[in-house]
């Protein structure tokens, strides 16, 4: 094997031997060049060490809302009002064939209106924690660098 | 039913998303959920960025369900739409950031050469240092290198995938992870 | 979405009914809780159609309106990013809350010198969680560079 420093591939080499990815027989003739060669030998431990340290950044925690947010933004996306699927659950198949029914015969004059309306919507709004959600919304937004109010 | 079985397990979640099952979405975000937050909070370094654009990816992903074709390996698909939102985020925060700088830069300056002599002593005694300084290595990459040096390290792509991601060819995705590995060496060899 | 809340036999998916695909179900149910958070409720307002709004918001002061229009106005990035960063103060306990929102409030007495040194301040750092510690850097995006 080629001398990594000077061969062409040899970045590649480097990089898939220290992430533990190049096939054995080449890891093999890989390791007799670095016993012998003490340029690729540094090379391979500096790469070794910094795949290492790159490990010490931990992955976090997905906030436990995230699958949440998800759904009702896909809900929101969707046709159909998010609180009419709310609804579903309590729905018997039977009940769902007899709208269905329902739906065919009178089906160009009847539109079929979800069980909670928007007024149901309303009612859980809380006027109270709108107020305080704006006012965190007002404290959260950036704060212009140049102002400079003394202490 | 032979082409199913060979494909990814993810893909033939996908294709039952297309046909309207909806539990093999949920397994599917439970499978990616955290690596496409983490690739993104990576990337971006702020956490409440990194989880709104991991939601439009999966937002994304849904509405796309109907013309899903697996052509290319899922978490490849995953990681393009990821790679290419982090991507504008990130452009688009430098923008804003270098319009607000010529608006303060002037005002500021002075205070400012004060404020980084404390802010480098107390850096130094902060817990994580460690931590701190691969953050800032990598996020001083350029944005490409960066891309590739997470994709990589972090969530074990390879060099195809890479290149699918970022709409490269792999012998310029090789060439991008050769720079950004020699310079993170420079940078972090202290930390060896 | 439908699927999520309909009854799992009537779907082939959920014929070998694993213990990954129960997890699964499980947690796309979450989501559907009787009670908005203030987030779900300020983006329902901001949905309604104008004179349904202009409706409910006569019960507030002039300001409020004032300030929920200008979240309308918001480009749709900058406002979700917004509402994220409420959705992350909320989801810190009363107390934290509290400790948050009145540091914020200091540090936005301060000058820009003060503002930087608190937030790479060691005792900033021992205060506040690296959550808290990003969601109030958040707000001095300069003076936390």
Redesign the interface.
């Known amino acids: 094997m080629n001398c990594i420093v000077k061969d062409k591939a040899g970045?590649?080499v480097l990089?898939d031997y220290c992430?533990g990815?190049l096939d054995p027989a080449r890891a093999a003739e890989f390791e007799g060049h670095i016993r012998e060669c003490a340029e690729c030998r540094e090379l391979v431990d500096?790469?070794r060490?910094?795949?290492?340290?790159?490990?010490?950044?931990?992955?976090?925690e997905?906030?436990?809302?995230?699958?949440?947010?998800?759904?009702?933004?896909?809900?929101?996306?969707?046709a159909?009002p998010?609180f009419y699927?709310?609804w579903?659950?309590v729905l018997s198949?039977a009940a769902v064939a007899t709208a269905a029914a329902v739906m065919f015969a009178v089906r160009p004059a009847v539109r079929v209106e979800p069980p909670a309306g928007?007024a149901a919507?309303?009612e859980?709004?809380?006027?109270q924690?709108?107020?305080?959600?704006?006012d965190?919304?007002?404290?959260?937004?950036?704060?212009s660098?140049?102002?400079?109010?003394?202490? | 039913m032979e082409a199913m079985a060979a494909l990814e397990r993810d893909a033939q979640l996908m294709l039952r998303v297309r046909e309207g099952d909806e539990i093999s979405f949920a397994l599917l975000l439970e499978r990616h959920r955290g690596p496409v937050v983490n690739f993104l909070h990576r990337m971006v370094q702020n956490r409440a960025v990194s989880e709104e654009l991991a939601q439009e990816v999966f937002l994304r992903v849904y509405r796309s369900r109907q013309t899903y074709e697996p052509t290319a390996k899922f978490t490849t698909w995953l990681f393009r739409i990821a790679t290419h939102l982090a991507l504008n985020s990130i452009r688009d925060r430098k923008k804003e950031r270098s319009q607000e700088s010529l608006s303060d830069e002037l005002l500021d300056g002075v205070e400012r050469q004060v404020a980084d002599q404390q802010v480098s002593v107390e850096q130094a005694m902060v817990g994580d240092v460690k931590v701190q300084e691969i953050r800032q290595a990598i996020g001083t990459l350029p944005e490409k290198q960066r891309a590739a040096v997470l994709m990589h390290k972090y969530d074990g792509l390879d060099y195809g995938q890479i290149a699918c991601s970022l709409g490269c060819s792999e012998s310029a995705v090789k060439s991008l992870l050769f720079r950004a590995y020699e310079t993170l060496r420079a940078r972090l060899a202290h930390l060896a | 979405m439908s699927v999520f809340l309909l009854a799992a036999g009537s779907f082939p998916a959920l014929a070998q009914d694993t213990p990954a695909q129960r997890k699964a179900a499980k947690q796309a149910k979450k989501w559907v809780g009787p009670k908005l958070t203030p987030r779900q409720q300020l983006e329902l307002l901001m949905q309604m159609p104008p004179e349904e709004r202009e409706q409910f918001l006569s019960q507030l002061p002039e300001a409020r309106r004032t300030q929920l229009e200008n979240l309308v106005k918001l480009p749709a990035e900058e406002r979700a990013l917004r509402l994220r960063r409420l959705d992350l103060l909320n989801s810190l306990t009363p107390e934290r809350k509290a400790a948050v929102t009145q540091e914020i409030g200091n540090i936005k007495l301060m000058n820009f010198v003060r503002r930087r040194a608190r937030l790479h301040s060691k005792e900033f750092e021992q205060s506040f969680t690296p959550d808290e510690q990003e969601l109030i850097r958040d707000t001095f995006v300069k003076a936390s560079q």
Do not use: C, H
Not at chain 1, 49 to 60: F, V
Not at chain 1, 145 to 151: E, M
């Open positions: 970045g590649e990089m992430a990815a500096a790469q060490s910094l795949w290492q340290t790159l490990g010490e950044w931990k992955p976090i997905v906030s436990r809302d995230f699958d949440a947010r998800l759904y009702a933004r896909i809900a929101q996306a969707d159909e998010w699927r709310m579903k659950p198949i928007p919507q309303v859980q709004i809380n006027i924690e709108v107020q305080q959600a704006l965190d919304l007002d404290l959260l937004s950036p704060a660098p140049n102002t400079r109010k003394p202490l």
